[in-house]
């Protein structure tokens, strides 16, 4: 019996000898994926090359036009407490005078 990665029931039962699938939620799942996934964790990187974490100062390299603001986040502005995401802008924070944003790891450096 295997935990299904899905729902984490208790019920996994082998299909095959390299698969397994869950009566709860009917996931199919191979453990060996599974456990391979687990282990290449993403890394994100800064405009120079060094890795960020949740909870980083980081500093933007180059000024960032807003859509619908009347100026953009110049150069030089210091950003703290980061949260790290998946997706294109892969840096959720808030930024002083302009609020919550998204923010790519490719403009910004850490502090």
């Keep these: 019996m295997k935990t299904c990665p899905n729902c984490s029931s208790e019920y996994g039962y082998p299909m095959s000898d390299f698969l397994y699938a869950c009566p709860e939620c009917g996931h199919e799942w191979n453990p060996d994926t599974i456990e391979n996934e687990a282990e290449t964790e993403t890394?994100?990187?800064?405009?120079?090359?060094?890795?960020?974490?949740?909870?980083d100062t980081v500093i933007i390299v180059k000024d960032l036009p807003v859509k619908g603001a009347p100026k953009p986040?110049?150069?030089?502005?210091?950003?703290?407490n980061i949260r790290l995401t998946d997706g294109d802008h892969n840096i959720d924070c808030k930024v002083d005078g302009f609020g919550a944003m998204g923010l790519k790891s490719e403009f910004v450096k850490k502090a």
Excluded at 43 to 54: E, F, V
């Design 43 to 55: 890394i994100i990187k800064d405009a120079n090359g060094n890795p960020l974490q949740d909870g």
């Design 73 to 80: 986040i110049k150069a030089g502005t210091k950003v703290k």
